[in-house]
């Protein structure tokens, strides 16, 4: 299953430092945050977990389109936070969205979603075909 971010490049930290945020827009977008993912394989699915703490379901959008998961989160603090003057501010909310491409095994009309405790939590549940067939005995004619 490919859900880990790839980086194509041969000498991707060679090409950060050239190509710098500031310079022709650079290799990486340096104020990119994206949350920490977990993701298990079973016998019948795969469970994909993201961390996404401080938010309300109704702040995810959720995509399945051409074997890609699209989780994104459109967040607006300045709203939030207008007229107030922190002292110390160490923790803020922002926008991200993630890709994952899903292999062909993934059965993607039974996918279920579900938000608690500041983990979004995804099963992805394999098509009947892709689960481990069970052991049989072959008797001799």
Not at 51 to 60: D, H
Not at 76 to 89: A, C, I, L, M, S
């Amino acid at each position: 299953m490919s859900l880990v971010k790839s980086n194509d490049m041969l000498f991707p930290s060679l090409m950060n430092e050239i190509f710098k945020p500031d310079w022709f827009g650079g290799m990486n977008d340096a104020t990119a945050v994206v949350p920490a993912v977990n993701i298990i394989e079973n016998e019948k699915a795969f469970e994909l977990a993201l961390s996404v703490p401080g938010r309300t379901k109704e702040q995810f959008k959720i995509e399945v389109d051409d074997n890609k998961l699209t989780v994104s989160s459109e967040v607006n603090t300045e709203k939030e936070t207008e007229g107030v003057k922190f002292t110390r501010r160490e923790f803020a909310f922002r926008s991200f969205k993630r890709v994952f491409s899903l292999p062909e095994t993934i059965n993607l009309d039974e996918i279920k979603a579900d938000y608690v405790n500041g983990i979004l939590k995804f099963t992805l549940p394999k098509k009947e075909e892709a689960l481990p067939k069970p052991k049989r005995m072959i008797e001799l004619a």
